[in-house]
């Protein structure tokens, strides 16, 4: 079956820093990958499609120069939350359209 | 504009009772419709599907019931574990439309 798997799944970092998460499909190729962010309260919130070879869409209020996303192959797409602020500590997590989620990357800034 | 609701945050239930969790949606063009189950600090889960040409999905303990009228579905799992103790995510799609998410319920099944 298809195997999604979203590097790291936890990290915690300083504020200013930035930290990349990485969702890699294993056995397929995923054309378009969704980002999404979980926020307390548990709801699920789509931040932007990413199109392999082509510019992200990000969904209103969420800010593409903060989370900039690559989808540069087929099998990869990133997210690089840049200067990290303890707002953005949150749960992060990737799906290629068509197939299930990632596992995950819980990243809390100190 | 929140497209799918899941109106009740939270649920608890008694271990071996039935859990009904319940998704409103307001886009009629909806034609597929999903739920996922999430533990904490993990991605979340398909569970169970149901196309708009059927009212009812069953898979074992879980069956989706889909009210085309009135825009509802309900996600039934009956006798309720302990381990079924998640969020539950319902979600819509319209074509090749990204599916929107409700934004949850958290079910408890109390032992």
């Known amino acids: 079956g298809a195997v999604v798997s979203q590097h790291p799944s936890w990290v915690i970092c300083k504020s200013g820093t930035s930290v990349k998460i990485e969702c890699r499909s294993l056995?397929?190729?995923?054309?378009?990958m969704f980002w999404y962010r979980q926020f307390p309260k548990q709801s699920l919130m789509l931040m932007a499609t990413s199109n392999e070879g082509s510019k992200a869409t990000y969904e209103q209020g969420v800010e593409k120069d903060k989370f900039l996303i690559n989808h540069a192959s087929l099998t990869l797409s990133t997210l690089t939350v840049t200067s990290a602020h303890p707002e953005d500590s949150s749960f992060y997590i990737c799906?290629?359209?068509?197939?299930?989620f990632g596992s995950g990357t819980r990243l809390t800034v100190v | 504009d929140q497209q799918v609701k899941q109106n009740s945050p939270s649920l608890s239930v008694q271990e071996g009772r039935i859990s009904i969790l319940n998704c409103d949606y307001t886009?009629?063009?909806?034609?597929?419709f999903l739920w996922y189950k999430k533990y904490p600090a993990e991605g979340p889960t398909f569970l169970i599907s149901i196309s708009s040409i059927k009212d009812k999905n069953e898979d074992g303990r879980f069956t989706v019931f889909l009210n085309k009228s009135a825009k509802h579905l309900s996600l039934h799992i009956v006798p309720s574990q302990p381990g079924d103790s998640a969020v539950y995510f319902c979600a819509a799609r319209a074509g090749s439309y990204q599916l929107p998410f409700g934004k949850g319920t958290k079910l408890s099944v109390i032992p």
């Open positions: 056995d397929f190729q995923a054309t378009t």
């Open positions: 886009n009629s063009m909806f034609d597929y």
């Open positions: 799906r290629p359209h068509g197939y299930t």
